[in-house]
């Protein structure tokens, strides 16, 4: 079964400071990635997507994510954080077979302090 | 404008009732899909559409219901059956359901049995 995996559950971090966010996930074929957040009291919102070619994917709000395919990782960077970028933030994997759904991580809740 | 609509945004339920969700969209989507929400799991995939009259389980489909009549609407069903309704549940779509595809969420429900 696929499965996707974030790393750490909760992070806490002061404003400027460098953010990076783990995510790994277990299917070997052909995928899409993603990162979505959620900030306090709002709907879940695409940050940035990988689907083919450069692995250093840009989003929004100065966001940025690097696909390794040999680690099976798609991990979250940003570096410097500010106090509004404080939200919960979660990987999600699609695949062409089996199951055609997004497939979501636990999720990470950064908290970032002024 | 164009979007997902969930309604209502907050439910309450008491045991033993079967309540209904409804999520609307207007973005011409084949698929639509109903995720659950639960602190520190993630979003968890109920079920999910890729056409009209046609729907599939997800991960945690047991005590919940789905029909899909009409391409903008795919309501959920939480029937007593579910043992741990309380959740904040999130509908999507998307254009379709293979690769390079990118789903779009609602606001959410948040269903809170009494």
């Known amino acids: 079964a696929q499965s996707v995996s974030q790393h750490n559950h909760h992070v806490i971090l002061s404003e400027a400071a460098s953010l990076e966010l783990g995510c790994n996930y277990s299917?070997?074929?052909?995928?899409?990635l993603f990162w979505y957040v959620q900030y306090p009291g709002q709907h879940l919102q695409l940050l940035l997507k990988?689907?083919?070619?450069?692995?250093l994917v840009k989003g929004i709000k100065g966001f940025e994510a690097e696909f390794i395919k040999s680690k099976f990782s798609f991990n979250l960077r940003k570096p410097s954080v500010q106090w509004s970028d404080t939200a919960e933030y979660f990987c999600?994997?699609?695949?062409?077979?089996?199951?055609?759904?997004?497939?979501f991580g636990s999720g990470t809740r950064l908290q970032v302090q002024p | 404008d164009g979007g997902i609509t969930q309604s209502p945004k907050y439910l309450f339920r008491k045991e033993g009732q079967n309540v209904t969700l409804s999520c609307e969209q207007n973005?011409?989507?084949?698929?639509m899909y109903w995720y659950r929400q639960d602190p520190g799991q993630g979003l968890r995939l109920i079920y999910y559409?890729?056409?009209?009259?046609?729907?599939q389980k997800g991960d945690i489909a047991e005590g919940y219901s789905v029909s899909r009549e009409k391409k903008e609407s795919f309501p959920l069903t939480v029937t007593s059956a579910q043992k741990n309704p309380t959740a904040f549940y999130l509908c999507?779509?998307?254009?379709?359901?293979?690769?390079?595809?990118?789903?779009?969420f609602g606001q959410g429900t948040r269903l809170t049995v009494v």
């Open positions: 973005l011409n989507h084949d698929a």
């Open positions: 990988y689907f083919s070619g450069d692995p």
């Open positions: 999600a994997v699609n695949r062409n077979t089996g199951r055609r759904a997004l497939t």
């Open positions: 299917y070997g074929g052909t995928v899409n």
């Open positions: 999507a779509s998307s254009t379709g359901t293979g690769l390079n595809t990118e789903a779009f």
């Open positions: 559409s890729q056409i009209v009259n046609d729907f």
